[in-house]
């Protein structure tokens, strides 16, 4: 099945504490982004990747760190995770970019920093 | 910059009514439109896209929207609503195509259907 795989679903961590959230899809997928999805707020872009070894930032950035090593994942890592960062994230993936083919998204790993 | 406003955090309409979420856009180019749909505890679906052909699109489970320059609009709506509708709808604008593009969501509407 063509799917976005993230783990975990759910994470309650501790201020300063490093964590990864991985994401993986099985499409083939050039094109994969990190959304955070807070109340009133919509979606908002964390960062994106074109391709293997090309990442940009998105719209809130601060904070995060991507890798894209391989073109089925791109973790997105936390290094010294605030409060300010609990929130729901998404990650999706797109064959060519969204405005042509849109995005699957993964299921959402609801996160917690206390 | 590319924006796009929901008008109505919160809709409520009854099973049978006629479904209408409102999304505005602002882009300086012709836009590329989305609408996505949220159900509780999954990630969003695509439910239809606009991409400068037909004016008005059909996506899947009955819904569709109309693109109006004139207004800036591309509101949803689907004729008769049913209970299985109940779900978060997010619209989303692009300016760009190709692997340079990048989706600006809405902030949502949550859409209730009561019996």
């Known amino acids: 099945e063509a799917q976005v795989t993230q783990n975990p679903r759910y994470l309650i961590t501790v201020t300063g504490k490093k964590l990864t959230v991985t994401c993986s899809q099985n499409?083939?997928?050039?094109?994969m982004s990190w959304y955070r999805q807070d109340p009133g707020l919509g979606l908002r872009q964390i960062y994106y990747s074109m391709n293997v070894e090309v990442t940009d930032k998105g719209d809130v950035p601060e904070g995060y760190k991507v890798s894209r090593k391989e073109k089925r994942n791109f973790p997105l890592i936390l290094e010294s995770p605030s409060p300010n960062q609990t929130s729901l994230y998404f990650c999706a993936s797109s064959l060519g970019g969204p405005s042509n083919y849109g995005y699957t998204f993964g299921s959402g790993t609801r996160l917690t920093v206390v | 910059a590319q924006s796009v406003t929901q008008l109505g955090s919160h809709v409520s309409v009854s099973e049978g009514a006629l479904v209408l979420l409102r999304c505005n856009y602002s882009s300086s180019v012709p836009p590329y439109l989305f609408w996505y749909v949220q159900y509780p505890n999954q990630g969003l679906q695509l439910l239809l896209k606009?991409?400068?052909?037909?004016?008005l699109v059909k996506g899947i489970n009955g819904f569709e929207a109309e693109f109006k320059k004139s207004e800036t609009s591309f509101h949803l709506t689907k004729p008769s609503a049913h209970m299985s509708d109940a779900a978060e709808y997010f619209c989303?604008?692009?300016?760009?195509?190709?692997?340079?593009?990048?989706?600006?969501f809405g902030t949502g509407t949550r859409l209730q259907v009561t019996l």
């Open positions: 499409m083939n997928h050039e094109y």
């Open positions: 606009y991409t400068s052909a037909a004016t």
């Open positions: 989303a604008v692009s300016q760009n195509p190709g692997t340079a593009s990048k989706l600006t």
